[in-house]
């Protein structure tokens, strides 16, 4: 018999019913789901026999060692978290370090017998526990039997036995739940599960085979236990400040830390190694690719959202993130790399903000940023697509790094906020600075993307009318012109571009350079000649709202007299470089003697370009110009940072624990023009939760005033950190530093 | 005056509508989106005028070079197609490789005063072209004028000039538009946009500084032209083979993976790097992430797609990719592989599909399988949750690393299977040979886990009752067993496991894993004592429903007698490793004399594993136990590969150029069953577009013929491949080979 085959298209079998296909499951790819969830768990049996029962049943286990209290001495003033350094830590649970002995308190129902008795602490994470996976890790008080966390009884007395166990230094960070097994002949016998025991174990600076150790006390304090930090932006030669409550301690924190893991579906096994949990951070901050916190937005409307100027600190991003399980909007730079740090410093990994000041950006690794003029030396803004951000804030934290040779362990640059480029992904590190630094960029992760960041240089084209274009200067020293970070210990700045890059015209910066080449970085080899005119521009402090000063000096270096055509721009910016609106225009044409120099002047008014302000009110102006006599092409940028008006936050400069304090919020609006939408948040380390106000119109020239009675809750410096944001203004801000007393 | 605020909760503004935010914008971002879209163009004027108009407004332009004709030089028999070696593609386009010359014909109004005349040729690829970016390349025919493309004359004849083009080497790779442009002294005259004019330009290999340049004709002809190929399966004792039409030179298959790239959002500028783009398309081939080319699936449940087993060839997977925009259901390991190798052969990167024989998997770069035994020996199957995949698929492709040091060029691991573990992301590679043979692995991308995947220990635990584990055995040498590929021009395989590892036991073999570990591989590093007693598992061929005999042997190596209790487990496992059932299971009490050996004989009846059967038809024996007189455990495993029954496939063996062929195509149920729902596929290079057909039953014992006639497109060697699939029956195969004369 032969059967009849029908013909059908190639695309085959019937289509899925809605034209989606329906959720494949992974039956024949692996033999259990991996597992990735550190909020999963799985229940223990209380009795657990061995073998089969015999012609009566199993034996009753009453006979045997049984367990009547499980004490985690979990105070916050106990000796587990003040030895561990996580006594901030605002939490229902036992919190400790790895690598470093902690205690607990069991008490039977009679004195335990060395000889006798048999009992094990287990300890269980995830929902697929499993010894050589280390998420299953049974803890041995006898020396003959230990398991890869040490064991031992540091306390007898009556019934009670006090265990000092000491997790493995490379064992996994998160919520771990502990059982107590007493084992019998017949089986074993645990007790109940019970959520109180729960435990987190975290990274541990102070464990000195730790991955993240630092050497360090004071970095360890500043970097793991510090609260309050300062981010810097502005522009390098007028950096401004910006406060940040990290908040990594306070309730509800850490558990969102470990849910951010979750929803990553970082396997649990994973989550030892500092190396992989911070690049899977990296990608989890930004919500591209797989819904992860924060959604990046530069666009100016922040109508569903928070604006990126008007957080005050991490705790509401977070608790929203944990709580709603959505993205939380919006998020710039700074924003990412706060939030970021919090997630460090949180999980016990050294951790500090950082700022490139003038950051190559989007440009895929390349080591140039093109802006291109016309025949006439003028900026030609269509064909000029690359930005330099005027600032980028990214992250460094401290670990070793044994998947590299000897020599790139310490800092390591991991950045959240999305790049364009890098790669497709939405992630960038860790990229070990010292890598960087030495031009090693053929190491993971994403070593040659930072390297640009900081080590671009900056080619004017000239575009001749056949589309064809020369490289007429090449400025190798803009970008990554300071690199910043908060002082150790102390509320001030900290230059560290030295870690970066060796200084600017040495033998070492050039070694560096050719090494990097090697490893395919692409930079302008053109060497065009210097012009003999210098054009500089100023370097002012200008308040917003306010008419300025702004002289173009020609400075001729040649002892033949010159004639500039030049052209001055002025424009509104992002942060990121981005022009919106030229605002001013000028050309002239300036005769300048053999060493002499000339200044043109002009003033900018600020009606001109307070229509355009964009959140952060940045000018930028470029001048450039061509040499008559020489043809040559001179060119400069200047970024005027347009400064705020301030908050004021008055409070008592003493307080006292559990004494209610006073603290005054106050802000004038010093425009002509009323300010609409006007959101104020407030917030300090254990003094406030984040708090918002809405002021719906604040008329020009009147004030708002918010007081607030505050609690503090501990002993030690604190601070008050406000914002006051709405569609017309961002970016005003205002702190407050006090002492607590006992 | 002042105003009086409201609190408002921490969460502030108002909610977005439907719970979502909306799409923000890039607006502050970037100055402009990212050109990743090389479908996108833009146009050019016809005529752009410089500076401003005269009072009479701009003069006419016609007194200048007029173009009447443009020729491409297109045929497939011409001298540019062949000299590219792209004369196998099926288009309607010109298709060139980078970094070698080709022809374009212009015919103007009048001859061409090289003196007098100025014009160049434009070339443009995306949506924002830009001179600096090599998105925009104007090509001189004058030796003074050069930019980074060549271009020179090569013929003149009254108003015909051939103008020879040379892109520079490392030009990006995609499809780009030409214009000819006619410079005047008052602006420029174009060509109108014509897509004829649209040229394909791609990798070279034959260009010695290409980065993917090979050196060896053989080679290229077979990673880059050749279009039927041999995927290795089964296992490494009994290996089977798939024949595969690439078909990348099919009609739209270039534009397919083009597409790819698109739909990846890949920049237009990155287009240019194998490195980019070979990373870029291990992420997109599979769906997980990005709606990527292919959904994987291992469930056995492939109702709404086509089952993996049942796909000839990779043009109906890109070409239906390409037209509904949807990943396409459902791909395994070799199909990925496939395909991806087809994206590779297109677009002129040299790539070959590997098999690697008992490939470590999911285990996260570890250099540990775990086992777990108990404590008897026996095999525990709820905590063994490691699996070995009998075989794994993946891509080579050659090409030169910049980014690394010197050495480690040459063959790269690309893999586009979803890894679920492998950095969170589903991708890997490149990662060099050369590095993974040396245990190099602290270079990007992916060096570790693909060095896993050859080099894993399997590690034999015994489980105690308190929970604790102890390893009793470790192989060494079971995992990536073997490695092979197609040999060059040759339907036989090629064994290039010394590629990826030194011998088994040779002095480098051992540096290189301790390389591997200074660079974090985990390692098991105990070494417990080999048992004096073997148990040695049959190598036997098997045909699927076959009742056959499997002997377990005990080899005692000491001078004393061994009591062995053995065990005997056999379950039908995916080609992952992952086991369904077991369908057998024997205990036994073996006594062996001094020196002696003894066989356990037993029949393994087709009923018992018929029921259990999955789509790759594999038994997996364990066989385990433990030695009375010493404690020993002894374990032993091995795959049997379940030979299905074959397509017959009848041709003559020698056609003619369109002239009709007559294939048939035969099956036969040798069951007693009915076989249901059965489709059919069957493809040639050159010969047949992929078909398919249906047959609702083929009850059993009856056979299914199917004639097809076929008319040959081009001379020389050529092949048909048949599948057949249905739920009862998977990886049922085909094909026939014939010589196509003139």
């Given amino acids: 018999m032969s059967h009849q085959g029908t013909s059908v298209p190639p695309a085959s079998p019937p289509p899925p019913p ?24 799985s229940d223990f049996p209380e009795l657990e026999y061995f073998g089969v029962p015999g012609p009566r049943g199993f034996p009753p286990l009453t006979e045997f060692l049984d367990i009547t209290d499980v004490d985690m001495l979990k105070s916050r003033h106990g000796s587990n978290m003040s030895k561990h350094h996580t006594m ?21 129902n009679r004195p335990y017998k060395p000889a006798k008795d048999k009992f094990a602490l287990e300890f269980v994470i995830g929902s697929s526990p499993q010894f050589s996976k280390g998420t299953y890790i049974p803890v041995f008080p006898n020396k003959e039997r230990q398991s890869s966390w040490e064991g031992r009884i540091t306390n007898t007395s009556d019934n009670v036995v006090t265990m000092g166990i000491t997790p493995q230094t490379s064992c ?24 109180s025991r729960d435990l987190y174990i975290l990274f541990n600076p102070w464990a000195s085979d730790d991955a993240v150790y630092l050497d360090d006390e004071r970095e360890r304090e500043e970097c793991v236990l510090t609260e309050v930090g300062v981010i810097y932006h502005g522009a ?29 579906q970082m396997p649990i096994a994973n989550r030892g190694d500092p190396i992989k949990i911070t690049r899977k951070a990296s990608a989890m901050l930004n919500s591209r690719d797989d819904d992860g916190v924060m959604v990046g937005n530069w666009s100016g409307d922040y109508t569903y959202g928070v604006a990126p100027t008007s957080w005050t600190g991490s705790t509401d991003i977070l608790l ?34 950082v700022t490139n000041y003038y950051s190559a950006h989007d440009n895929n690794g390349n080591l140039k940023m093109d802006i291109i003029l016309d025949d006439n030396g003028r900026i030609d803004r269509n064909r000029t697509r690359d930005s330099i951000w005027n600032y980028h804030c990214w992250n460094e934290c401290f670990m070793s790094r044994p998947d590299l040779p000897p020599g790139f362990g310490g800092w390591q640059v991991v950045d959240a906020t999305p790049q364009e480029t890098s790669d497709g992904m939405y992630r960038c590190g860790p990229a070990s600075v010292q890598a960087i630094k030495h031009g090693q960029i053929c190491f993971p992760f994403d070593a040659p993307f930072v390297f640009a960041e900081v080590n671009s240089d900056v080619v004017f084209y000239s575009r001749r009318t056949d589309g064809s274009m020369e490289p007429v200067k090449v400025n190798r020293t803009h970008v990554g012109r300071m690199v910043l970070t908060k002082s150790t210990g102390e509320m001030s700045r900290r230059d560290i571009t030295d870690q970066y890059k060796f200084p600017e015209g040495s033998p070492e910066e050039r070694t560096v350079l050719e090494k990097a ?20 521009l100023p370097t002012l402090e200008v308040s917003l709202g306010e008419d300025f000063q702004f002289d173009l000096e020609f400075v001729n270096q040649s002892d033949e007299p010159r004639t500039v055509d030049a052209y ?11 022009t919106t609106a030229e605002f001013l ?20 008014d600020s009606k001109k370009y307070m229509k355009y302000l964009v959140e952060q009110a940045n000018l930028h102006f470029i001048a450039s110009g061509k040499i008559r006599e020489t043809g040559q092409i001179i060119t400069s940028m200047k970024v005027v940072v347009l400064h705020n008006p301030k908050l004021i936050i008055e409070m008592p400069s003493v307080g006292k624990v559990n004494k209610e304090m006073v603290a005054k919020f106050e802000f004038t609006n010093p425009f002509s023009f009323s300010l609409e939408g006007v959101y104020v948040r407030m917030e300090g380390p254990a003094v406030m939760a984040p708090k918002v106000k809405y002021y719906s119109v604040i008329t020009g020239g009147s004030s708002v005033v918010w007081t607030e009675v505050v609690t503090p809750q501990r002993v030690g410096e604190s601070r008050l950190i406000a914002t006051l944001d709405c569609a017309a203004l961002r970016q005003v801000s205002g702190q407050a530093s006090f002492t607590i007393e006992a």
Same sequence: chains 1, 2.
């Fill in 18 to 41: 809605a034209g989606r296909l329906p959720k494949t499951t992974n039956r024949g790819r692996s033999s259990d789901p991996i597992d990735s969830s550190n909020s999963a768990t």
């Fill in 88 to 108: 901030f830590f605002n939490s229902d649970n036992l919190i400790v370090r790895r690598g470093q002995e902690f205690q607990v308190k069991v008490t039977f």
């Fill in 172 to 195: 996994i960070v998160g919520k771990y739940h502990m059982y107590v097994a007493i084992q019998t002949p017949f089986g074993i016998r645990r007790t109940r599960r019970d959520k």
């Fill in 236 to 264: 390098y030669d007028d950096v401004a400040e910006r406060y940040w409550n990290y908040g990594q301690f306070n309730y509800g924190v850490l558990d969102a830390c470990l849910y951010i893991m979750d929803r990553s």
């Fill in 320 to 353: 929203t993130y944990a709580s709603t399980k959505l993205p939380v909007a919006y998020a710039q730079c700074w924003v990412y790399a706060a939030v970021f740090n919090t997630f460090l410093r949180c999980l016990g990994i050294p951790s500090r903000v």
């Fill in 517 to 536: 080449e090697e490893y395919g970085c692409k930079r302008e080899r053109s060497d065009p000649s210097t012009a003999d005119v210098d054009l500089v």
């Fill in 568 to 578: 001055l721009s002025g424009s509104v910016v992002y942060y990121t470089g981005v």
């Fill in 585 to 604: 225009f000028r050309d002239c044409s300036v005769e300048v003697g053999p060493r002499k120099s000339v200044k043109e002047s002009m003033t900018v």
